[in-house]
Nanobody, 124 residues
Framework: VQLQASGGGLVQAGDSLRLSCAAS????????MGWFRQAPGKEREFVAA????????YYAGSVKGRFTISRDNAKNTVYLQMSSLKPEDTAVYYCAAGGNYWRGPHLKTAYDYWGRGTQVTVSS
């Protein structure tokens, strides 16, 4: 499966933004999906995850209540709706697909496929 993240941009603190992750080559419904982000000089960190059934979602504490992960299987796309954005949300955001959710949806090793990231910059 190939993944392409899009929707990033420059916004102000408090704004909202929706990222999209379009999958090709295989149905996104076959995979557990996750979003990660990496700020300059920092490790890539978990943001949100959604299992292939769509029944379970997980969020990092720093985004819980502000971000929502969802998927549209008909469009073969996963979304990350971000609201009340903060300058500390500034990072490159990556989507990932995998079949190893049991390892822990917050772990990079749970995912086998990664897309190119999309830059999100939040100004204060």
């Amino acid at each position: 499966v190939q993944l392409q993240a899009s929707g990033g941009g420059l916004v102000q603190a408090g704004d909202s933004l929706r990222l999209s992750c379009a999958a090709s080559g295989r149905a996104v419904s076959s995979y557990d999906m996750g979003w990660f982000r990496q700020a300059p000089g920092k490790e890539r960190e978990f943001v949100a995850a959604n299992d292939r059934s769509g029944g379970s979602t997980y969020y990092a504490g720093s985004v819980k209540g502000r971000f929502t992960i969802s998927r549209d299987n008909a469009k073969n796309t996963v979304y990350l709706q971000m609201s009340s954005l903060k300058p500390e949300d500034t990072a490159v955001y990556y989507c990932a697909a995998g079949g190893n959710y049991w390892r822990g949806p917050h772990l990079k090793t749970a995912y086998d496929y990664w897309g190119r990231g999309t830059q999100v910059t939040v100004s204060s």
